[in-house]
């Protein structure tokens, strides 16, 4: 007796010739979460003429996917256009040089170095709150941007360039981040025109590398430990060649670190301020185990794991306002997907956002409610929660990305208080990252009363 066959993957409705779902896309994510409500495991969306895209919506399938499958998978479009864009880097490889990459660069990510980069990651907000005037009405997504890359570039590069390099780099870095998200949706010979925008990004983007060229060339000349993540990466050898990482490969593992670490990290910390203003007994919760825990201290490395509240806050962020709204792979050859077989370059898709805001895996879903993680025996299955992906490309920044988020909360919250301003309508703008727009907030004295 023969199984039966698995009935044909649907297309999502709204597909046109030539042109696909291309206008459905101007609403990118409401058109990605639309189709949660098929309730269809697999469904096939047309992005490019020619090109299968089928997005996965069953948590069992993409624990399968990231998992299991994850040998004859590669990353897909998406991360092609970053690798071209970027440089090869640990984000954008597959195979068995991702599998280098990683090693290479594991000991930058390490507890023990994790333990350094904290002290200067809060001196950093602490500096950026100090320019900040009470009754001062700030674009916090703009303001937590600045701060992201600020914090990862002083992470990077503490001690290997003086103040006006520095700027420059972070000028560029900006540029370089602003512009990505632009050119992942364009084709690519539009990229070959000359206009403005062009310009300015493959600009700043050789200003990037050859500010990072030379602050490898003169730390190795000098053969001095500056005590940041550059001097890490210096130390860092190829297992293939055997070979320190040249310049180049310093630049596109930094470049990509740069645009797919700031953002993610803006955008949750951006949305983790939102939440706590609209729900002050939230916030008066994470303000007693501060005090509790920290009493008039500072923060630092030991106290992740000592502030469960709000690192639920955290989780809770990560779940209703994840930064990631399309998430894809690539079939290399024959793939079985559950009851389906799919065929050589079909293109994978998950999206965190969609997923993570299920009623049937999140009761009440669009309620923000950091005690619904208290009980370690009720979390969803697997493939259910992905902040920060699953398998063996599972990101392995989770760890210093979390530590910059609840860093930062941390250190705002002991410092000021941001209020929304009443009726304050904030939309979700899916961009290269999930981004609050607009979104403004009040500075006032931390004193100030609820």
Not at 296 to 316: A, F, Q, S
Not at 378 to 386: I, T, Y
Request: with cysteine; proline share 8%.
């Amino acid at each position: 007796m023969t199984s039966a066959a698995p009935p044909p993957i649907p297309r999502a409705a709204g597909s046109l010739p030539f042109i696909g779902h291309a206008l459905k896309m101007r609403d990118n994510l409401g058109f990605i979460d639309s189709l949660r409500d098929t309730r269809e495991p697999l469904i096939e969306i047309v992005l490019q003429p020619g090109t299968r895209t089928i997005v996965v919506q069953d948590p069992a399938l993409i624990h399968q996917m990231l998992k299991a499958l994850a040998p004859t998978l590669d990353k897909g479009r998406l991360y092609d256009k970053l690798g071209q864009l970027l440089g090869d880097s640990v984000v954008t490889a597959t195979g068995r040089p991702h599998v280098r990459k990683r090693r290479q660069l594991q000991p930058a990510f390490a507890h023990s170095e994790i333990s350094r980069y904290v002290d200067i990651m809060r001196a950093q907000v602490t500096a950026t709150i100090a320019t900040w005037k009470p009754g001062q009405s700030l674009d916090v997504r703009e303001a937590m941007v600045a701060l992201s890359l600020d914090m990862l570039a002083k992470t990077v590069f503490a001690g290997s360039l003086d103040d006006a390099v520095f700027r420059r780099l972070r000028s560029d870095l900006s540029v370089v981040m602003n512009g990505v998200g632009i050119r992942l949706m364009l084709p690519d010979w539009a990229e070959r025109l000359p206009l403005p925008f062009n310009r300015r990004f493959d600009r700043a983007r050789a200003g990037v590398r050859a500010t990072v060229n030379t602050a490898v060339e003169t730390l190795q000349a000098s053969g001095h430990d500056t005590a940041d993540m550059l001097s890490m990466l210096l130390r860092a050898i190829d297992e293939e060649t055997g070979k320190p990482l040249t310049g180049d490969q310093i630049c596109s593992e930094i470049l990509t670190l740069a645009v797919a670490g700031t953002e993610t990290t803006a955008s949750v910390l951006s949305w983790t301020l939102y939440e706590l203003a609209r729900h002050p007994d939230i916030e008066a919760r994470v303000h007693r185990e501060l005090d509790e825990v920290l009493g008039k201290r500072p923060v630092t490395l030991d106290d992740m794991t000592r502030l469960p509240y709000l690192n639920h806050v955290i989780t809770e962020t990560l779940r209703l306002h994840h930064p990631g709204w399309l998430v894809t792979r690539r079939t290399t050859e024959h793939t079985r997907l559950g009851r389906w077989t799919l065929p050589p370059g079909t293109e994978l898709a998950y999206c965190q956002h969609a997923l993570h805001r299920d009623p049937q895996r999140f009761p009440n879903p669009l309620t923000f409610d950091p005690d619904r993680w208290n009980d370690p025996t009720q979390q969803p299955p697997p493939g259910a929660f992905l902040p920060f992906g699953d398998g063996k490309h599972k990101c392995m920044g989770d760890r210093f990305a979390r530590t910059e988020m609840i860093t930062a909360i941390a250190t705002i919250l002991r410092s000021v208080r941001l209020q929304l301003p009443q009726n304050h309508a904030v939309r979700q703008i899916a961009r290269l990252t999930i981004r609050p727009h607009p979104l403004h907030m009040t500075v006032l004295p931390h004193h100030q009363p609820y």
